[in-house]
Protein backbone atom coordinates (compact mmCIF):
# COMPACT_ATOMS: atom_id res chain seq x y z
CA UNK A 1 0.00 0.00 0.00
CA UNK A 2 3.06 2.49 0.79
CA UNK A 3 4.02 2.07 -3.27
CA UNK A 4 0.08 3.40 -4.02
CA UNK A 5 0.66 6.67 -1.82
CA UNK A 6 4.06 7.35 -3.35
CA UNK A 7 2.88 7.06 -6.92
CA UNK A 8 4.61 3.72 -7.29
CA UNK A 9 7.94 4.67 -6.14
CA UNK A 10 9.85 3.94 -2.94
CA UNK A 11 11.25 5.92 -0.32
CA UNK A 12 14.77 5.75 -1.51
CA UNK A 13 13.58 6.47 -5.59
CA UNK A 14 12.02 9.96 -3.80
CA UNK A 15 15.20 10.85 -1.70
CA UNK A 16 16.88 10.45 -4.54
CA UNK A 17 14.72 12.20 -7.05
CA UNK A 18 14.54 14.55 -4.33
CA UNK A 19 18.71 15.16 -4.12
CA UNK A 20 18.09 15.61 -7.86
CA UNK A 21 15.72 18.34 -8.14
CA UNK A 22 17.64 20.39 -5.39
CA UNK A 23 20.43 20.48 -7.99
CA UNK A 24 18.05 22.43 -10.27
CA UNK A 25 17.08 24.85 -7.45
CA UNK A 26 20.52 27.11 -8.07
CA UNK A 27 20.08 30.06 -10.59
CA UNK A 28 23.47 29.65 -11.61
CA UNK A 29 23.47 25.54 -12.19
CA UNK A 30 20.44 26.20 -13.97
CA UNK A 31 22.52 29.14 -16.55
CA UNK A 32 25.42 26.43 -16.31
CA UNK A 33 23.24 23.55 -17.88
CA UNK A 34 21.81 25.90 -20.43
CA UNK A 35 24.96 27.31 -21.98
CA UNK A 36 25.97 23.49 -21.96
CA UNK A 37 22.19 22.48 -23.74
CA UNK A 38 24.31 24.83 -27.03
CA UNK A 39 27.42 23.79 -26.70
CA UNK A 40 30.77 21.70 -24.59
CA UNK A 41 32.69 24.52 -22.61
CA UNK A 42 35.25 24.55 -20.56
CA UNK A 43 35.54 26.29 -17.08
CA UNK A 44 36.92 29.55 -18.28
CA UNK A 45 34.69 29.93 -21.48
CA UNK A 46 31.47 28.95 -19.15
CA UNK A 47 33.15 31.92 -16.33
CA UNK A 48 33.13 34.58 -18.83
CA UNK A 49 29.80 33.47 -20.87
CA UNK A 50 28.28 33.92 -16.71
CA UNK A 51 30.02 36.36 -15.58
CA UNK A 52 30.62 34.51 -12.52
CA UNK A 53 34.31 33.70 -11.53
CA UNK A 54 36.08 30.46 -12.10
CA UNK A 55 36.08 29.55 -8.62
CA UNK A 56 31.98 29.81 -8.48
CA UNK A 57 31.69 27.86 -12.15
CA UNK A 58 34.21 25.23 -10.66
CA UNK A 59 32.15 24.73 -7.70
CA UNK A 60 29.02 24.70 -9.48
CA UNK A 61 30.20 21.87 -11.82
CA UNK A 62 31.52 19.91 -8.89
CA UNK A 63 27.52 19.73 -7.71
CA UNK A 64 26.58 18.92 -11.76
CA UNK A 65 28.98 16.30 -11.80
CA UNK A 66 28.06 14.51 -8.37
CA UNK A 67 24.43 14.84 -9.83
CA UNK A 68 25.61 13.16 -13.07
CA UNK A 69 24.15 15.89 -15.23
CA UNK A 70 27.33 17.02 -16.81
CA UNK A 71 30.16 14.67 -17.86
CA UNK A 72 33.72 15.99 -18.70
CA UNK A 73 36.60 15.41 -21.34
CA UNK A 74 40.39 16.36 -20.84
CA UNK A 75 42.33 17.85 -23.80
CA UNK A 76 45.97 18.63 -22.73
CA UNK A 77 45.34 20.98 -19.63
CA UNK A 78 41.72 21.65 -21.08
CA UNK A 79 38.91 20.07 -19.48
CA UNK A 80 35.88 20.47 -21.73
CA UNK A 81 31.95 19.90 -19.82
CA UNK A 82 29.19 18.89 -21.60
CA UNK A 83 25.52 17.65 -20.62
CA UNK A 84 25.60 13.64 -19.24
CA UNK A 85 22.78 13.05 -21.62
CA UNK A 86 19.68 14.47 -23.37
CA UNK A 87 17.93 13.70 -20.37
CA UNK A 88 19.03 16.91 -18.80
CA UNK A 89 17.52 18.56 -22.12
CA UNK A 90 14.80 17.20 -21.25
CA UNK A 91 14.00 17.91 -17.38
CA UNK A 92 15.10 21.97 -18.29
CA UNK A 93 12.48 22.16 -21.52
CA UNK A 94 9.62 20.52 -19.36
CA UNK A 95 10.59 23.04 -16.81
CA UNK A 96 10.39 25.92 -18.72
CA UNK A 97 7.22 24.75 -20.84
CA UNK A 98 5.95 24.26 -17.02
CA UNK A 99 6.74 28.06 -16.43
CA UNK A 100 5.49 29.37 -19.72
CA UNK A 101 2.05 27.61 -19.18
Known amino acids: MENAKSGGYTD ?3 MKLAELYKVFGDSTRIRILS ?3 REELCVCDISELLG ?3 S ?3 HQLRILKQAELVKY ?3 GKVVYYSLADD ?3 TIIAQGAEHINE
Open 35 to 37: ALM
Open 87 to 89: HVK
Open 52 to 54: VSV
Open 56 to 58: AVS
Open 12 to 14: EEM
Open 73 to 75: RRD
